[in-house]
């Protein structure tokens, strides 16, 4: 019988933590492997991320233990058979949760009960996080909006630029053309005159 040791590796590991990063799988078990995102400091503008993982398995004898686990039996140079599996990172958007009535105390817990020394309740922790995405959810639409106003302001300036620089060939009375046709027909002129 065999079982599978795994490996996850991540393009980004100062942003998100792996835990357990490598273990044992056994034939149909399985494993829970722990993706934490490390606090950002500004939400991404676009929900698109370059961030990627990549899962590793490898078959090993049974009976082997996570201590037996290298970075060698990942390598394919060596000869191993690995499977791999790559997983790209997409943010979502929270969904809004229906907003739970204040005066509504009919099958809630008591109030004060989630909290003996004064912090706060569960609930308000949970208003206060969805509050806070909401707010950053509204705050990126708003950004996308100023970004795509400002740059249809950039083409309109350009538009504008290039109708003042037309507009000024136009007005100008006497074409470059008609200019270069004078000159030539003077120098005609004089040398027809000067014989």
């Given at each position: ?27 149909r ?30 078959k ?7 201590k ?51 912090n ?41 630029e ?33 014989r």
């Amino acid at each position: 019988m065999w079982c599978n040791h795994v490996q996850v590796k991540t393009t980004n590991p100062k942003k998100y933590s792996v835990r357990p990063n490598a273990g044992i799988v056994l034939p149909r078990s399985t494993s829970d492997i722990i993706v934490t995102m490390q606090a950002q400091k500004e939400a991404p503008v676009e929900l698109q991320s370059k961030d990627k993982f990549l899962l590793q398995s490898v078959k090993a004898p049974d009976g082997s233990t996570a201590k037996d686990i290298s970075p060698e039996m990942f390598s394919k140079e060596a000869g191993n058979i690995v499977e791999e599996c790559k997983l790209r990172v997409v943010y979502v958007v929270p969904q809004r949760t229906p907003p739970i009535p204040e005066g509504s105390d009919e099958g809630s817990s008591p109030k004060g009960s989630a909290s003996d020394n004064g912090n706060s309740n569960g609930f308000a922790v949970t208003r206060a996080f969805n509050d806070s995405h909401e707010k950053s959810y509204e705050e990126k639409k708003l950004a996308e909006e100023v970004e795509k106003a400002l740059q249809e302001n950039r083409r309109l300036r350009e538009e504008l630029e290039q109708l003042r620089v037309s507009a000024s060939k136009k007005s100008g009375g006497i074409s470059f053309k008609v200019m270069i046709l004078v000159a030539i027909l003077s120098i005609l002129l004089g040398y027809l005159l000067n014989r």
